[in-house]
């Protein structure tokens, strides 16, 4: 699908400007506390002509033949963009978790990790993450890792996103 660099894009988002639209696609979750899942997503990356794209995910669970079979995951925030391809991504979940990121944006690959995580009372505790999105063959394929309910830092989510 062909895409359009916008005209109003801010320089300093212009290691990430190829995120901009929207993503849809499946994936797999796994981690020792569930049971290993399959999903399916839409990701939303918009922005304004400032320095920062707006971000918007909902995903749900499918069955062995990929239908959905319920609501899973939301999640939306903000991609900050800083100069020489620094990023901060703030992100707030529908579990009653909230975070903040720090990382790089480098040719088609983008790496953050967790500078700071808060939770709601009765959210379940998370402790740090780990996030690689990649531009791979024009697809968004991304790794979460995550450190969570006395776990340590493993694979949790991994999809592979067609623009839509």
């Known amino acids: 699908m062909a895409f359009e660099i916008p005209d109003n894009l801010h320089p300093d988002c212009a290691p990430v400007v190829w995120l ?7 994936g797999q979750g796994d981690y020792p506390t ?7 997503q839409e990701l ?4 304004d002509g400032r320095p920062f794209f707006h971000y918007m995910s909902r995903s749900w669970i499918t069955d062995e ?9 939301l999640e939306t925030g903000f991609l900050r963009c800083r100069p020489e391809g620094r ?3 703030l992100l707030v979940h529908n579990t009653g978790v909230t975070e903040v990121w720090d990382g790089r944006a480098e040719g088609g690959r983008i790496e953050l990790r967790t500078a700071f995580v808060g939770a ?14 990649g531009n791979v063959e024009g697809d968004l394929a991304y790794a979460y890792d ?14 592979r996103l067609r623009r839509a």
Do not use: C
Request: aromatic share 10%.
């Open 20 to 26: 901009l639209g929207t993503w849809q696609g499946n």
């Open 34 to 40: 569930i049971e290993p899942f399959h999903f399916g």
């Open 44 to 47: 939303i990356f918009t922005h």
């Open 65 to 73: 033949n990929g239908e959905k079979v319920r609501d899973a995951a």
């Open 87 to 89: 990023l901060e991504l």
């Open 120 to 133: 709601t009372p009765s959210a379940k505790p998370v402790t740090s993450g780990h996030r690689l999105y």
């Open 146 to 159: 995550m450190e969570a309910e006395g776990q340590e830092l493993q694979p949790h989510l991994w999809a």
